[in-house]
């Protein structure tokens, strides 16, 4: 499977495990797919629907995915305004990034965002308590050099043809709102940030949301898959067996770099819950006696994913011609 990778980063961003997702709902039938926790749209934009609903409380990714749905923003504005702001950056020896950071803070112009998104340090998304975007400049002066402009150029044309194909709506808002909008036959992919890890102004997670997206899906009566984390090294999440206690669930071992050093890894079980039987999914009891026993856990590797052929087709066409023009 060609993974495409959105040009917005984030920490949370699903890019290494969408196979892995995708392979679990190949075979599940819906009229539409919904995500209340939408973030960079990474999982949405490979498993891709012909009908979705994709939502975030952060106003910024969804400006930006609205501006590429109605064509404020192409690839080639992208590619212009990337190499004028590119060049600022470097002739200021990096000292443009902290005006465009006021700019955006100031106008939130979706450039900027990605701008920001690209060159801060990481590539983190992180905001103060007034939404205010405090990511520092990753110190490289050339970051927007013409190699990285043209893959941020291609991922921009990638994901606006896949939101061209596809019936799709870009909502800003909190997730109590997007459950009172699920139908039955939606197939719901709830990734919520993880309960007992980071919190920042966009990104913060109680118990009580916890429960309250629990009660919601299950009130829903739609399917649902939730990806959460099950175990490191260290801890285990207890909510898998309290809160979630009644879904089936599938795993994977994940490694995050930390501070982008290879000795730095560090594993983490990630799991998949759901109200749907996948191929490889164990009940919960079952999955807790493991964890107690201590023994292996379940680790299937994602089936090979196909995504569909005429979609496929349509767009390395639309890529020659792109490359071609550029
Ligand atoms: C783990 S990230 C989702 C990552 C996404 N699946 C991806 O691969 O990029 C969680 C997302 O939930 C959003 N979020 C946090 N609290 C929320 C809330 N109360 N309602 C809706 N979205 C929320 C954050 O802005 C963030 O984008």
Request: one cysteine or more; glycine letters at 6%; proline letters at 4%.
């Amino acid at each position: 499977m060609r993974v495409f990778v959105p040009p917005i980063k984030s920490q949370g961003i699903k890019t290494k495990l969408v196979e892995w997702i995708s392979s679990n709902v190949e075979d599940i039938q819906f009229e539409r797919w919904v995500e209340p926790f939408m973030g960079t749209g990474v999982v949405a934009f490979n498993i891709r629907p012909k009908k979705a609903l994709l939502c975030d409380s952060n106003p910024h990714l969804i400006t930006f995915y609205k501006a590429l749905q109605s064509k404020e923003i192409t690839s080639g504005l992208v590619k212009k305004y990337l190499t004028e702001e590119g060049e600022k950056l470097l002739k200021s020896d990096g000292q443009y990034y902290y005006e465009v950071r006021k700019r955006f803070n100031s106008d939130g112009h979706p450039l900027d965002f990605l701008f920001l998104s690209r060159s801060c340090f990481n590539g983190m998304m992180r905001f103060n308590g007034k939404g205010g975007f405090n990511v520092p400049f990753c110190k490289k002066p050339n970051r927007f050099a013409q190699s990285l402009i043209t893959k941020i150029t291609n991922q921009v044309e990638n994901i606006s043809q896949i939101i061209d194909f596809g019936d799709y709506e870009f909502k800003n808002q909190d997730f109590k709102e997007t459950l009172k909008e699920i139908r039955f036959n939606d197939l719901v992919y709830s990734d919520p940030p993880y309960i007992g890890r980071h919190v920042d102004y966009f990104d913060s997670w109680s118990e009580e949301e916890e429960i309250t997206l629990n009660q919601g899906l299950n009130n829903s009566n739609a399917r649902f898959i939730l990806s959460t984390w099950l175990s490191n090294k260290y801890r285990t999440n207890d909510y898998v067996f309290s809160i979630w206690k009644d879904c089936s669930i599938s795993t994977k071992e994940h490694f995050y770099h930390v501070g982008g050093k290879e000795t730095n890894r560090n594993a983490v079980y990630e799991a998949l819950l759901s109200n749907v039987k996948f191929e490889n999914s164990i009940s919960n009891p079952d999955m807790k006696s493991r964890i107690i026993l201590n023994e292996s856990q379940l680790t299937p590797n994602g089936k090979e994913y196909k995504i569909p052929t005429q979609l496929t087709l349509a767009m390395e066409e639309e890529q020659k011609q792109l490359s071609t023009i550029l």
